[in-house]
């Protein structure tokens, strides 16, 4: 069945530098790719759409030239944290879509700014 | 704005009980629902959907039940085993909304051996 990669797993950076974070759908197109942001014991929020070959959308709130959104192709979006801050600390996830409801989701990054 | 249950309240059942997890939402426009596991350091995993023209419908050792009248909608698990502790949450889908999911605060489900 349909399977999306995230890379890295866990990344830790010092404040100040950028950080990318690749999504990948490994056995389908993806029309459509998301990445949601979630906090310890909370929900999932959801920070931006993106579809291939267009501009993200951003949710209400969400910085969009502090979280730089590529989706070069149908395959691969990538997620850029620029200048991290202790408080961009979060698990990130993506999902990737087709034209469905249906949402096949990364396993996170966890990302730690020092 | 519309939401779907916000808050994380946790679940403490026996191994071999029957769990039953709930989630309450707004929209009433929602033309799909999901459950979803996410267990520790991971990803959302899928569980079992629903049509919004449905009030029911089950799967392996779960089932899910919704009822639109009160904006309800419920997760039951069989027989639940240690592996299913987890975070479940519900999601709710709109047609023509750019594919976007919009998720529940979650119940944390624990299982004692």
């Known amino acids: 069945g349909a399977v999306v990669s995230q890379h890295p797993s866990r990344v830790i950076c010092k404040s100040g530098t950028s950080v990318k974070i690749e999504c990948r759908s490994l056995d389908f197109q993806a029309t459509t790719m998301f990445w949601y942001r979630q906090f310890p014991k909370q929900s999932l929020m959801l920070m931006a759409t993106s579809n291939e070959g267009s501009k993200a959308t951003y949710e209400q709130g969400v910085e969009k030239d502090k979280f730089l959104i590529n989706h070069a192709s149908l395959t691969l979006s990538t997620l850029t944290v620029t200048s991290a801050h202790p408080e961009d600390s979060s698990f990130y996830i993506c999902s990737a879509t087709t034209v469905t409801y249906e949402q096949y989701f990364g396993p996170g990054t966890r990302l730690t700014v020092t | 704005g519309e939401s779907v249950g916000l808050h994380l309240p946790t679940l403490s059942v026996q191994e071999g009980d029957n769990s039953i997890i709930n989630c309450a939402y707004s929209n009433s426009a929602s033309d799909y629902f999901i459950w979803y596991k996410q267990e520790s350091g991971k990803g959302p995993q899928f569980i079992i959907d629903i049509r919004s023209n449905m009030d029911k419908r089950q799967g392996q050792r779960v089932t899910v039940l919704l009822n639109k009248t009160v904006k309800h909608l419920s997760l039951q698990i069989a027989a639940t085993q240690p592996g299913d502790s987890a975070v479940y949450f519900c999601?709710?889908?709109?047609?023509?909304?750019?594919?976007?999911?919009?998720f529940g605060g979650g119940t944390r489900l624990m299982v004692k051996p």
């Open positions: 999601a709710e889908w709109v047609r023509n909304a750019g594919n976007m999911l919009t």
